[in-house]
């Protein structure tokens, strides 16, 4: 059976964990010059329907450190914008490429292109979940030496994809998170439902939220997609992450963010470049956990046509 990343939780708990160690494990074979290129021949096709920085580039380096290909469609440049279907898009690609990326609004649309490729496919942003970016964090935690199944993590902002995500997170591998969002502004009715016995706990106070806690996430108040309007701003502005917010958490609690960030509004400068900041970090590691699941993935389903399992 083919296997996709549409939400982190495709993953069992050991995968996930062991994901996370082969990506940091993939890093310093990288940086040594030293990785296999366990893809070669093999490509990922990428669709954005939205912008992207580092997931089109970490993707794309990603596959060059195995020694494999990416390349772009893009709405405009390709024939969905003309109307084809997601669907026969990814019939289309599954003849041509042995991996699928895509970036897009609705959650079911990347449902809908996994159920008619007949190769992986791979969650690269939804208005609903951002995977790749929780495995990263993960990884950029794991690396930090924080212990991924007793850690205290606050999320600080809007209930969003990555909100949504690191719940998911929370639950699959048991850590606590403890969630702030103004009123009006929570995360989706149906997962707060469907992780109901995780221990995720809700907040209005932002203050509550980081107490004592070992990392502070925070994400843009205005997701791609979204509209911007000052009446959502000023709703927001008690939830910036400062300076102050920050001494509540603990000594050396780290701060992340998944970019692009909106300086000033959602984190200050001072935090985001400051000592307990790891983002950059973040934002490299993309590619190592990207290697990982894109190994998991397509080197499952190569083996799985191998072994002649009907996909
Ligand atoms: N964090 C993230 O997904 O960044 P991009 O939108 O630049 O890909
Ligand atoms: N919540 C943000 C994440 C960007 C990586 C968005 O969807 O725009």
Known sequence: MKRD???????????????????????????????????????????????????R??????MNHFG????????????????????DTARVLSGYVDAIMFRTFSHSSVQ??????????????????????????????????????NMTVSYVGDGNN?????????ALLGFTLKIATPEGYGVGAQIKAELSN????????????????DAINTDT???????????????????????????LAKENALVLHCLPAHRGEEITDDVMDGPQSVVFTQAENRTYAQMAILEKLILTDEQSHESGVLI
């Open 68 to 87: 494999g290909h990416s390349l772009i469609l893009d709405q405009q440049s390709s024939q969905l914008g003309r109307g084809e279907t997601v669907a």
């Open 112 to 149: 809908e292109l996994a159920k008619n490729a007949t190769v992986p496919v791979i969650n690269g942003l939804c208005d609903s979940f951002h995977p790749c970016q929780i495995a990263t964090d993960l990884t950029t935690l794991k690396e930090y030496h924080t212990d991924l199944e």
């Open 221 to 247: 108040w205005f997701s791609m997609g979204q509209e911007v309007s000052d009446e959502k701003r000023n709703a927001f502005t008690p939830f910036q992450v400062n300076a102050d917010l920050l001494k």
């Open 162 to 170: 990555m909100t949504h995500s690191w719940m998911t997170a929370a």
């Open 5 to 55: 990343c549409l939400r982190i939780n495709e993953f069992t708990k050991e995968e996930l964990l062991s994901i996370i160690d082969r990506a940091l494990e993939l890093k310093t074979l990288v940086k040594k010059g030293e990785c296999p290129p366990l893809l070669k021949g093999k490509t990922l096709a990428m669709i954005f329907e939205k912008a992207s920085t580092r997931t």
């Open 198 to 213: 995780a221990s995720i706990h809700y907040f209005t106070d932002p203050k509550e939220a980081v107490a004592g806690c």
């Open 57 to 62: 580039v970490s993707f794309d380096m990603a």
